[in-house]
C-alpha cells in the first residue's frame, strides 16, 4: 500500500455543501472504517475553500476512483481536486497500523 494526499477544492455555495455534508461524511466514515483514509479536514484560510484526505490505497487510479465516487463529486460540492504521492518523514507513530 502507499499513501496519497487528495485536495478537494469545493464549491464556494454554502447551501451546496451543507446539503450534502451528511452523505460526504458517511463516504468517508466507511473509507475510515475499512483503513483506506486515515485523516481528512478541511484546510484553512487563506484560499478558496478546500480539503485534504491522506489515504492508503495501491495506487493514484484508486484515489481517483474514491475522488470521483465521493457523494461531494457526484453532487457537484467538488469542483476540482489535486493527487499526490505522500511519503511520510515524522510522525508515523501517531498513524493507526
Known amino acids: 500500500m502507499a499513501l496519497f494526499a487528495l485536495i478537494y477544492h469545493y464549491s464556494e455555495d454554502a447551501d451546496l455543501v451543507a446539503a450534502h455534508r451528511p452523505e460526504h461524511r458517511a463516504y468517508l466514515a466507511d473509507l475510515f472504517d475499512r ?12 484560499g478558496p475553500p478546500r480539503g485534504l484526505l491522506v ?8 484515489v481517483r476512483a474514491i475522488a470521483h465516487a465521493d ?4 453532487r457537484g460540492v467538488i ?3 489535486s493527487i499526490g504521492a505522500w511519503a511520510l518523514s515524522f510522525g508515523a507513530n501517531r498513524l493507526p497500523t
Open 35 to 46: 483503513e483506506v483514509l486515515l485523516v481528512a479536514g478541511p484546510l484553512g484560510e487563506p
Open 71 to 74: 457523494p461531494f463529486t457526484t
Open 79 to 81: 469542483l476540482e481536486h
Open 55 to 62: 489515504l492508503d490505497v495501491e495506487s493514484e487510479a484508486d
